[in-house]
């Protein structure tokens, strides 16, 4: 994650494929949460205030390989919350990809992920939720529960 301190330097590594770098490296080593977690950090950190790498991350597939990462680690905290500020950073700066987290399940991942691990998640979960343009982004439930 300190290869992401600077604003250049993010964009930079957008520039270069980083995302689907990481995504590869994390497929590599698939089951290992020491690899997913942090690749999932970096990506959490590139995409912090940065509408260009955002686009930059969701044209090279991201939205849809974060809630694979989402369905498939359920049990990881660290995992879990990484995956909610990934969310959450992508669609504060491109409000375009709410319908495409929605349409993949986010707000039952996210609901889950915060009731499931409510010490690691429950904030990050929520501020996503909210930012998905979702009401009692506060709770656990579900619109239909």
Request: proline share 3%.
């Amino acid at each position: 994650r300190q290869l992401a301190n600077s604003d250049g330097t993010k964009k930079l590594l957008a520039e270069k494929g980083a995302a689907g770098i990481i995504m590869r490296v994390v497929e590599v080593y698939a089951g290992d949460d020491e690899v997913l977690e942090p690749g999932l950090g970096l990506l959490a950190y590139m995409t912090l205030r940065q509408p260009e790498v955002v686009t930059t991350c969701a044209e090279a597939g991201v939205v849809e390989w974060l809630m694979t990462c989402m369905r498939e680690v359920p049990a990881s905290s660290a995992v879990q919350r990484q995956c909610a500020i990934l969310m959450r950073n992508m669609v504060v700066r491109n409000l375009e990809l709410r319908p495409e987290f929605l349409t993949r399940g986010a707000e039952e991942l996210l609901r889950a992920a915060k009731k499931a691990h409510p010490r690691t998640c429950s904030d990050v979960g929520s501020a996503a939720l909210r930012d998905l343009g979702l009401d009692n982004y506060g709770t656990t439930l579900c619109a239909e529960d």
